[in-house]
């Protein structure tokens, strides 16, 4: 079992739909980390948080800490948000190497 | 507002040949870190720095080298290429632990 699970692993949705993406893991972890790869391959960091709730326009990022689980939100989806969704964690072990969860790719259709 | 800048963008390389990835980043940040993502696939740690002088070793390290001797500067060294070392290699670099990331566009390397 991976110590960072997705899903789903493929979601595809009309434009505007509610859009939620799902992490749990297994470990202690320092902060959670929500990131964003595009299809022409560039990564972007959305998220860092270690507890609560974070809002970026459309977007927001829950964590539960005793559940060991976490929500990434798309509002209002658009085409421009179909992306592969990765979520990883910083462990209490080592903040230095992250765990990746296998990502979840997103296609929202105009 | 130039982030963090990888070159090349491509390369194609072949087998036994030997490069260096340059990843240079300007926002002062201690912690600097190569990855490779096999298509399909994650991202995997190669090597990370948490400050100018200070190296380590990730999770997949075997065949690659790197140095730190700026603040600025990371760059990654492929010694004697091979098939394998076929991928995308992204540079990150962060202010320190519990802080987010901030990605290069990446490097697309082919070994023939």
């Known amino acids: 079992k991976n110590e960072v699970e997705q899903s789903p692993q493929n979601l595809t949705a009309q434009e505007g739909e509610f859009i939620t993406i799902n992490c749990s893991y297994s470990v202690g972890i320092s902060a959670l980390h929500w990131l964003q790869q595009h299809p022409g391959g560039g990564i972007v960091s959305l998220f860092m948080?270690?507890?609560?709730?974070k809002k970026h326009g459309r977007l927001i990022a829950t964590i539960n800490i005793q559940e060991k689980h976490s929500s990434l939100h798309i509002t209002a989806s658009h085409p421009r948000d179909s992306a592969v969704y990765i979520c990883a964690v910083s462990t209490m072990d080592s903040n230095y190497q992250l765990i990746w969860g296998a990502g979840t790719k997103l296609i929202i259709k105009p | 507002n130039a982030g963090v800048t990888q070159t090349p963008k491509f390369r194609i390389l072949k087998i036994g040949q030997s490069m260096t990835l340059q990843c240079t980043q300007d926002m002062n940040h201690n912690y600097m870190y190569w990855y490779r993502q096999d298509p399909g696939m994650g991202l995997k740690l190669i090597y990370y720095?948490?400050?100018?002088?200070?190296?380590d070793k990730g999770e997949v390290p075997n065949g690659y080298n790197v140095s730190r001797s700026t603040t600025e500067d990371f760059p990654l060294r492929l010694e004697l290429a091979a098939p394998s070392q076929t991928s995308v290699y992204f540079c990150?670099?962060?202010?320190?632990?519990?802080?987010?990331?901030?990605f290069g566009s990446g490097t697309r390397l082919t070994v023939v």
């Open positions: 990150a670099s962060s202010p320190g632990s519990n802080y987010g990331y901030t």
């Open positions: 948080l270690s507890s609560g709730k």
């Open positions: 720095s948490v400050g100018a002088g200070i190296t």
